[in-house]
């Protein structure tokens, strides 16, 4: 049997925590304005959602710059990175990563006659687009490439991703998982929409679910070329999957940037905290540009695990090359004291 991925561990975890750390959710979320739209929207939920689905993809258009034929809305990107899977690595071809990395899509692709071809991190825990480039072969279906990369919450060099999607997507399709670059402190220059916009032939995947603390509520899209949007609707429904609650929630949700400002304060002052309590405990840990945090244990991880779960704390662990690590969501400060009590008695 195959390892369980990163979505079947958090799903197998206990539902009552005191810090819940496993699942790189967001607790800021969603925004008083999303939850009143989302209750004043139950009152119409007996109507179907068309008119709402073409709202949100003509608002995310209207942002990024792109027409409303480059999106494709799901509920949640999950859904079309498991589309990007079975478009892109049917009939054995396969699809390169970096290690680690999310492993949702490439987990789907095998499950479906795919090949998984992993490539290591840099010594700085950076993905490794060089050598990612040079796995490209003719069996090659897709290039994944998730930027910041969950688990090491590390980000590539925006100008090298670039050139990277220029060279590479005229080989092979590249996908970039966008799903923490809310948390950047320039998102839209960060972006590689900006490469779709010039042309280049790649997919972006982004979700609510992050910084618009909507993983509940189910929301993502994908930006692409037209021809490739049509690809992904051999196995995605284009928006009537998602409920009139969730469209109307995200549509209020999208507008409020200041609300989103507010939360990315109150998780660079939980992440903070947290490495000061590393610090202070004798430990080191990858620098996180997103809403999670490595660093390497002194113990080993499935025993960390069970302590921190003993005492309520959600958390998890990871072995590479031998090294035990720990991630953890940045959570309230509540939870983050709850992980820091709990640390101090097991470490
Ligand atoms: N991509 C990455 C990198 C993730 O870490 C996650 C969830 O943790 C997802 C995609 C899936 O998110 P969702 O289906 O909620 O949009």
């Not at 979320?29 to 119409?44: E, F, M, R, T, V």
């Not at 949100?56 to 509920?75: C, P, Q, R, T």
């Not at 499950?111 to 687009?129: A, I, N, R």
Request: proline share 5%.
């Amino acid at each position: 049997p195959r390892a369980l991925t990163d979505r079947e561990v958090a799903a197998a975890a206990p539902l009552e925590l005191k810090a819940r750390l496993l699942a790189n959710e967001n607790p800021f979320g969603p925004s008083p304005a999303a939850k009143k739209a989302i209750a004043d929207a139950l009152d119409k939920s007996y109507q179907y959602p068309f008119a709402l689905g073409s709202q949100l993809k003509s608002n995310i258009a209207k942002y990024e710059g792109v027409a409303i034929k480059n999106i494709i809305i799901d509920s949640g990107s999950t859904p079309l990175l498991h589309a990007a899977a079975l478009c892109f690595t049917k009939g054995g071809k396969s699809v390169i990563t970096g290690d680690p990395s999310y492993d949702d899509l490439p987990t789907y692709a095998e499950e479906f006659d795919g090949k998984w071809v992993k490539v290591p991190l840099t010594s700085d825990y950076k993905l490794d687009l060089d050598a990612m480039e040079a796995k490209v072969d003719a069996n090659t279906g897709m290039v994944y490439i998730c930027n910041p990369n969950n688990p090491t919450a590390t980000v590539v060099d925006t100008a090298k991703l670039k050139a990277f999607c220029d060279r590479v997507s005229k080989k092979t399709m590249v996908f970039i998982d966008e799903a923490y670059i809310d948390y950047l402190p320039d998102p839209q220059g960060s972006s590689m929409i900006s490469q779709i916009k010039a042309g280049n032939n790649i997919i972006v995947a982004r979700t609510f679910s992050k910084l618009y603390g909507f993983a509940g509520l189910r929301l993502g899209y994908v930006i692409a070329q037209p021809d490739t949007i049509k690809l992904f609707k051999q196995y995605a429904t284009d928006g009537f999957n998602i409920s009139s609650t969730t469209l109307a929630g995200a549509i209020a949700a999208y507008q409020e940037k200041d609300f989103l400002a507010e939360t990315l304060k109150k998780t660079n002052e939980s992440k903070e905290y947290l490495y000061s309590v590393l610090k202070k405990e004798g430990y080191t840990y990858i620098p996180s540009s997103a809403n999670f945090v490595m660093f390497p244990l002194k113990m080993d991880g499935k025993k960390f695990s069970t302590e921190m779960f003993k005492r309520s704390v959600g958390i998890r662990d990871w072995k590479i090359n031998g090294q035990d690590w720990c991630r953890i969501s940045i959570g309230r400060m509540d939870e983050m004291e709850a992980f820091a009590a709990a640390f101090k008695e097991i470490s």
